[in-house]
């Protein structure tokens, strides 16, 4: 029988995942606050998936949709430019 010292070492053990949004006091996922949506895409300008997240389902899908709401209100490019330093 395990011990909870021996479950407390376990690398496989889930460990208690929250949703950022759900808090008290958290931001409102908003289409204008560039800044926050920013956070919640990848480098190529996909939107990152909340398994990585750990946004909730009600949320990621809300937050996916301001998304891309300001992308179609120009605020936010759909791809995100890499420049690229030539010599």
């Known amino acids: 029988m395990k011990t909870r010292e ?5 690398p496989f053990e889930e460990k208690k995942k929250f949703c950022p949004f759900s808090q008290p ?9 560039i800044r926050l949506l920013s956070r919640y895409i990848s480098e190529k300008g996909k ?8 946004v909730s389902n009600k949320k990621q899908k809300e937050l996916s949709r301001e998304i891309k709401r ?5 605020l936010m490019s759909y791809t995100q430019k890499i420049r690229e330093i030539v010599k």
């Open 6 to 10: 021996d479950r407390k070492n376990n």
């Open 25 to 33: 006091n958290s931001p409102n996922i908003s289409y204008k606050d």
């Open 47 to 54: 939107i990152t998936p909340s398994r990585i997240t750990n």
């Open 70 to 74: 300001a992308r179609f209100l120009a």
